[in-house]
């Protein structure tokens, strides 16, 4: 296959893509992604020096970069990040929800801020962020959203109560949103990665538990981020993608096609 005839399928030349949580491991290989794809990225995530160090690594890649310290869980700040983006490069085509956080414990102790706090950040930002950025995408004339979910977004997991409801809450949304503005030219789906080496799972994984998801997994491995881009790059184009809308691609190893 031609290299012409890739960039015609799956090149974002010119595009603008803001990504939140774009500093965090998964996000970041997604901005990696993007930057090869030929978008320009707007890195938008609470950690500030993650977003600074992100820039730095895309602008090596040879791409146009810029971040913007966002605190999701704030209207007033996404609405700055949309007009960062504006500011920045004049256009803002294409959003990823990704910022996310998790918690786990068992139900009895299940502490309530923390499911507050999972289910404003994991669910209730995404909700505000595609009303904000939808709008600005159909008075333009159109783009396309990508929100994470996970394999709990079809599969309850243990003990991360919080984060496997907002999970399933983000898919749900997802293909509801995309009812609404299927006529409008904005495409939302969502991707559903599997298990994945990242500092929020760190801290839930115990030996125990990471043989348990390896038993689960048909790969028998943990994914890498790099592995998310190619099913990024099909939901986001205007041409591969182009009649794809309100549907998900797990990325998980097989993990929800287990059976025991
Ligand atoms: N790692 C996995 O195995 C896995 C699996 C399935 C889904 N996911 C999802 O992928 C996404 C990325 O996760 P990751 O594994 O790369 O984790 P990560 O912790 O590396 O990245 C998450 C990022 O979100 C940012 N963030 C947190 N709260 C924020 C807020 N209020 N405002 C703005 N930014 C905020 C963090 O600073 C961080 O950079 C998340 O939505 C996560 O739920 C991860």
């Not at 160090?53 to 990040?81: F, H, I, P, W």
């Not at 929800?97 to 404003?120: C, H, K, M």
């Not at 994945?196 to 990471?210: H, M, S, V, Y």
Request: with cysteine.
């Amino acid at each position: 296959m031609s290299a012409e005839y890739l960039n015609e399928l799956f090149g974002l030349d010119g595009q603008t893509a803001v990504v939140t949580g774009g500093a965090g491991v998964l996000c970041g290989a997604l901005c990696k992604g993007l930057i090869r794809a030929g978008a320009n990225v707007i890195v938008a995530d609470v950690n500030e020096d993650g977003c600074k160090a992100m820039v730095e690594e895309l602008e090596q890649l040879g791409g146009k970069a810029g971040y913007c310290t966002v605190d999701v869980t704030s209207r007033e700040s996404l609405e700055n990040l949309l007009a960062t983006a504006l500011e920045q490069t004049g256009r803002a085509d294409i959003l990823i929800n990704g910022a996310g956080v998790n918690y786990g414990s068992l139900l009895f102790e299940y502490p309530e801020e923390q499911w507050d706090r999972i289910l404003t950040i994991n669910l209730k930002a995404v909700f505000q962020a595609c009303q904000i950025f939808a709008r600005h995408m159909v008075d333009s004339g159109g783009g396309s959203i990508i929100n994470i979910g996970s394999v709990t977004s079809h599969l309850p997991l243990s003990r991360v109560y919080a984060y496997s409801a907002s999970k399933a809450g983000v898919l749900n949304l997802t293909r509801n949103i995309a009812h609404e503005f299927g006529t409008q030219g904005v495409r939302i789906n969502a991707i559903c990665p599997g298990f994945f080496p990242a500092e929020q799972n760190r801290k839930l994984l115990d030996q125990d538990r990471i043989d348990r998801i390896m038993d689960g997994t048909p790969m028998r491995r943990f994914g890498e981020g790099e592995e998310l881009i190619g099913a990024m790059l099909l939901l986001l184009s205007p041409v591969a993608g182009s009649f794809i809308t309100g549907t998900h691609i797990n990325v998980d190893g097989g993990f929800t096609a287990a059976w025991f």
